[in-house]
């Protein structure tokens, strides 16, 4: 309400602040946001130079959008297999594709599970490629004590309703390279730049601003900031709800035979539990479960179609079994329900209409 009767319902002081509060959550010295998840992703493709001619390599099971915002700058996605258990990328399956038009990697914390960020970086550093995070599932997560956030060059978070915290529709991306920042915020505003210390103009009237590359209208408004704001008071104690009902469904779900269960949060990674994602162990019997579920009101999802098997990226050449584990790992995964608010009582009906159809 402050910042509807303010003077600022967009470009306003509710973006700085929101801004601040996100890199000391994320553990980094900036954080820019934007209008969407996929826009921050596209802007850190921007801003580190991804272009024609170079490949980026992103893991088969993901959203569309993780390889999409390659496509927006030109480059090319190479997609990498993941590992069977987590669903995160396979970092011996990303050396495997690195070739001499590799320039960087996009990693994806599936389900809100952090990825090897250790294998990654060691990856990355060999041979002198850039990790960017899309870690649209794992605001609050953290990797051997630090931060999700703060473990690669950059970080995209995502904002859309279903994740960790909501702007409406919202991302950003975090990051400790001051040169990094100055670019997403320019590519976020059209490519214009507003810092007199960074014109190409020297001396110029007050009133002056710079276009100085081709950006887009990628901003988020004061109104999104000041939910945010709101919303980041809350993540932790929605990340705890998260991790106590994902502990619950595995001792409750443990006993059901032809299932297969995430594996539980390591001492090294501690997920935001995002997502619950189960495994049939007869994939033939996939369909029947969830339809099933969903004839009795609960509302499963599958995550994901590999990329490549999508009509477009099929048109772009991409052929099957490009990576088998990622395949084998859609055809048998459902997500079933899991947010903050979901009742134990909610939660022992998903499991008693599991076993039954099981």
């Known amino acids: 309400m402050n910042v509807l009767r303010s003077d600022f319902l967009t470009q306003g002081p509710a973006i700085p602040a929101f801004e601040k509060e996100?890199?000391?959550t994320a553990g980094t010295r900036y954080c820019a946001v934007f209008s969407s998840?996929?826009?921050a992703l596209h802007g850190a493709c921007a801003a580190a130079g991804l272009g024609k001619g170079d490949e980026v390599i992103v893991p088969a099971l993901t959203f569309a959008a993780s390889a999409n915002a390659v496509l927006y700058v030109g480059a090319k996605p190479v997609f990498a297999d993941v590992d069977i258990e987590t669903g995160n990328i396979d970092p011996h399956d990303v050396e495997r594709k690195i070739t001499k038009r590799t320039r960087s990697i996009i990693s994806v914390d599936y389900a809100g599970r952090p990825a090897d960020y250790t294998a990654l970086r060691r990856i990355a550093k060999k041979h002198k490629l850039l990790l960017i995070a899309d870690a649209a599932h794992s605001l609050g997560a953290s990797y051997k004590g630090r931060p999700v956030g703060s473990l690669a060059d950059m970080t995209m978070f995502s904002f859309h309703p279903v994740k960790s915290i909501t702007t409406g529709e919202g991302g950003a991306i975090a990051t400790n390279s001051k040169e990094f920042y100055i670019k997403l915020l320019a590519f976020r505003h059209h490519g214009i730049v507003k810092d007199r210390t960074l014109f190409k103009k020297k001396h110029a009237p007050a009133w002056h601003q710079e276009m100085q590359s081709l950006g887009y209208n990628?901003?988020?408004t004061d109104i999104q900031a000041a939910l945010g704001l709101s919303q980041?008071?809350?993540?932790?104690?929605?990340?705890?709800k998260r991790r106590a009902l994902a502990h619950r469904y595995k001792k409750l779900a443990s006993s059901i035979p032809g299932l297969i269960l995430p594996p539980s949060d390591s001492k090294d990674a501690h997920s935001a539990w995002h997502l619950f994602p189960i495994r049939v162990a007869e994939p033939s019997a996939r369909a029947r479960v969830f339809n099933a579920l969903r004839n009795v009101g609960i509302a499963v999802q599958v995550h994901y179609l590999p990329v490549y098997l999508h009509p477009y990226y099929?048109?772009?050449g991409y052929g099957k079994e490009l990576c088998p584990r990622a395949e084998s790992f859609y055809a048998s995964e459902i997500?079933?329900?899991l947010f903050p608010d979901l009742t134990l009582r909610e939660q022992d009906r998903v499991i008693r209409e599991l076993r039954k159809v099981l």
């Open 314 to 316: 099929q048109k772009l």
């Open 37 to 39: 998840g996929t826009a």
């Open 218 to 220: 990628y901003r988020l």
């Open 22 to 24: 996100l890199a000391r």
């Open 335 to 337: 997500s079933i329900p």
């Open 232 to 240: 980041l008071k809350r993540l932790r104690a929605h990340i705890a």
